[in-house]
């Protein structure tokens, strides 16, 4: 009877909200309604102000770039955790676990395929101001392709250390340039560079440097979280 | 101007990118990097807020947007107020575990105190920020710092309890995401003060829509019944000082935000009782599960659950004394909370279950720590002349106001339940006989000073409320004037 009465009421509850959202209407040309929304400035000074033919990226980075900076330190903060959960003392670290190991064909293709994931992703985070994409797709990329190296090769190994320091010295960029931005600008991560001309490769500003510091940071943190995981030694498979 | 409100966010995220880097040249920096930013903004924020009771508050506009196009921090009276506090019991909580992590390795030890930092500058973010998805994004930055120090110790339950909050902090995001959604789909920002100004237009269906969604994503954070079922896991497994963290920081801003939410973004007249019957429903469940508990920790994390209840209630009044005596409740429970964290751990400290019958006979071997347990423990229930008695008063008086008779009796029958379970502990630690195999553990000199400190705001208050009441009376003012913060904001240059 009591879990009647929840399916009930949450029924209830889930039909109201879902015809919310089907009333909405996402996915149509202009969903989005209000008096002076906030996308038309966006648009319009994406062009105008910015010299970036690509929106999302100035939205992100630029509009807000605060947001951009949080979301960065969520995955910094999420591999701390993982690290922290999954974290054992040196010696107890063991091999990683194979069933069975890559062959020929997966290892010869992979030498020969990481180097051009790892020129795509650095192409897509640099290009992020012009094209689509930008420092979060890019660094995924990259990452995949140090998971590529790490199934294919039993004794690959990546330094922690290094990982580390990238990760901080991209983290420590992108905070720095927000903080250059208050003392140039008068604003946290104000646009102080000169925007260029647009499409051209230096051009809208710090944009490009922001993006490439969150290539380089996803790219590090990523690639620490499958090592991290991939070298978990379990109870269940000693 | 001293200084600005952004760099409370931009410090302590440049010193967490740094101190791994510092830590591979010397291991001690992840220890005292913390605490030097912790400490900097301390002071940064007193100054702040000194120059904005004189002045009006301070609107912050970043990356040079002007709202409602850029993000903006608000550091007005109330929101500086409640950082000041933050920040406060952070360093507190910093320098009570910067020796009691030293038999660490180096690594835990950089974790935890980056998560600590994160924590507390997530809460901060929630409180200063004046976009409602930058709200979001700080929300995942103290829930993620908040799940990494729950599992923080292997040798207790603490995956099960760090899952618990994971699974409701997971739901909690997601509900806050959509509530957002709803919100930017009819008004077309993301602005606080933008959306306040629009809200008249949006249709009454999708403003209950996104005000449900909001009031259980918040919810879950702010410890509301029913979604707080992580809380006590979280407060019993998590590390001593974390627990004084959650109750004094996390929840708080989590508070604030729901606040915010329902007096400043939403206009509907029926949000105000809702508050009050969901905080007296929190409040009453709350404290009598308190008396039922065999543990330490989770009792005080019940009856942490039971004040945010009384604080919901006060701010249902609506009127501005209920809001001086909420803010005057959520200051008295940081301090008061943190100081019963801080002491309970040490009565404890070498039980494993930690029950309360495991700090049985500890007055004779901690004279100190059990003093300033007992006076956490009579502060809290509001017994004159401690600090807690002039805040359960201002609820009285501001309930008795608004002739909300029942309410009164309602908040002094649950005084008496308090008094029990309170009175039930204090009891044990000074008239039983120590059980045998609980060896008692000095506290460390930063821990005593801590304790001390907290123990003297506690009588400071008790005996001086006017210390703390004018500042209150400000804040609460500034809440209620959401005119003035609208303008205030719009018209940012």
Redesign the interface.
């Known amino acids: 009877m009591k879990k009647l009465l929840v399916i009930v009421l949450l029924a209830v509850l889930g039909f109201y909200t879902a015809s919310t959202f089907f009333d909405i209407g996402f996915g149509s040309p202009h969903f989005v309604k209000g008096i002076d929304p906030v996308k038309d400035i966006y648009i319009n000074q994406t062009v105008k102000s910015l010299n970036v033919p690509n929106a999302v990226t100035s939205i992100v980075v630029n509009f807000r770039g605060f947001d951009t900076l949080g979301e960065v330190t969520v995955l910094f903060l999420a591999v701390t955790v993982l690290g922290s959960v999954l974290y054992k003392k040196r010696h107890e670290v063991g091999e990683r676990s194979v069933l069975f190991s890559a062959s020929s064909v997966v290892t010869s293709g992979a030498k020969l395929i990481f180097p051009a994931i790892i020129l795509l992703g650095a192409y897509v985070f640099i290009h992020g101001h012009l094209s689509p994409g930008g420092g979060f797709q890019g660094g995924v990329i990259i990452a995949t392709g140090f998971l590529l190296m790490l199934l294919s090769y039993e004794s690959y190994s990546v330094s922690h250390k290094a990982l580390s320091i990238v990760e901080s010295l991209a983290g420590i960029t992108f905070a720095g340039v927000g903080l250059l931005g208050l003392l140039h600008g008068g604003s946290f991560l104000h646009n102080f560079l000169p925007t260029g001309v647009m499409n051209s490769l230096f051009s809208g500003g710090i944009i490009p440097i922001i993006y490439i510091a969150v290539g380089f940071k996803v790219a590090a943190e990523l690639t620490g979280v499958i090592y991290t995981v991939l070298n978990e030694k379990g109870e269940g498979n000693e | 101007m001293v200084g600005?409100p952004?760099l409370f966010?931009?410090i302590p995220?440049?010193a967490?990118?740094?101190i791994?880097?510092l830590g591979?040249i010397w291991k001690e920096s992840v220890r005292i990097v913390p605490g030097l930013v912790l400490a900097y903004l301390l002071v940064l924020s007193v100054s702040l807020l000194q120059h904005v009771l004189a002045f009006g508050p301070i609107i912050?506009?970043?990356?040079?947007?002007k709202p409602?196009?850029?993000?903006n921090l608000v550091f007005s009276p109330f929101s500086g107020f409640l950082v000041t506090l933050m920040l406060f019991l952070g360093l507190l909580v910093w320098a009570y575990s910067y020796r009691f992590k030293r038999n660490v390795?180096y690594?835990?030890a950089l974790?935890?105190f980056?998560?600590l930092m994160?924590l507390i500058t997530g809460s901060v973010?929630m409180t200063l920020t004046g976009d409602i998805?930058?709200m979001f994004?700080?929300i995942?930055?103290t829930s993620?710092?908040a799940?990494?120090l729950t599992?923080?110790y292997k040798e207790r339950n603490s995956?099960e309890a760090?899952f618990k909050y994971i699974l409701l902090g997971s739901l909690a995001s997601t509900f806050l995401l959509?509530a957002i959604m709803?919100i930017?789909?009819?008004?077309?920002?993301?602005n606080m003060a933008d959306i306040a100004t629009?809200m008249h237009?949006m249709k009454p269906?999708?403003k209950v829509?996104s005000l449900?969604?909001f009031i259980t994503a918040l919810g879950i954070e702010a410890e509301i019944f029913p979604l707080n079922g992580w809380a006590p896991d979280a407060y019993a497994e998590a590390p001593g000082p974390v627990g004084a963290a959650f109750a004094g920081i996390v929840v708080k801003a989590a508070v604030y935000a729901v606040i915010r939410v329902i007096y400043t973004l939403f206009d509907l007249p029926g949000a105000y009782q809702f508050l009050i019957v969901i905080g007296i429903i929190t409040m009453v469940i709350a404290e009598t599960a308190a008396i039922r508990q065999e543990k330490l920790k989770r009792m005080l994390a019940y009856s942490s659950i039971g004040q945010m209840g009384l604080v919901l209630i006060a701010f249902g009044f609506g009127t501005k004394e209920g809001i001086y005596a909420a803010l005057f409740i959520m200051f008295n429970h940081a301090i008061i909370k943190s100081l019963l964290f801080f002491s309970g751990s040490y009565l404890a400290y070498n039980s494993t279950e930690k029950n309360i019958a495991d700090v049985s006979g500890m007055a004779k071997h901690l004279p100190l720590t059990s003093l300033l347990f007992a006076l956490g423990a009579f502060a809290i229930i509001g017994l004159p002349p401690f600090a807690g008695f002039w805040s359960k008063l201002a609820v009285l008086t501001a309930a008795a106001d608004s002739s909300l008779w029942l309410i009164i009796a309602l908040v002094l029958a649950v005084s008496v339940v308090e008094l029990v379970y309170y009175l039930r502990v204090v009891n044990r630690v000074y008239f039983f006989k120590k059980e045998e195999d609980m060896e008692p553990q000095k506290p460390t000199v930063n821990a005593m000073i801590v304790m001390l400190i907290l123990g003297a705001i506690i009588l400071l208050v008790g005996f001086y409320p006017d210390s703390v009441t004018g500042l209150l009376h400000k804040a609460s003012s500034d809440l209620m004037d959401k005119s003035q913060y609208i303008q205030h904001v719009l018209s940012a240059r």
């Open positions: 600005s952004v966010i931009a995220l440049l967490a990118f740094l791994p880097l591979m912050e506009i970043i990356a040079g947007w409602p196009i850029g993000i390795e690594e835990p974790k935890y980056l998560m994160m973010g998805f930058n994004v700080f995942e930055i993620i710092s799940y990494g599992s923080y995956a760090s959509l709803i930017y789909s009819q008004l077309g920002t993301l629009k237009l269906g999708y829509a449900i969604f």
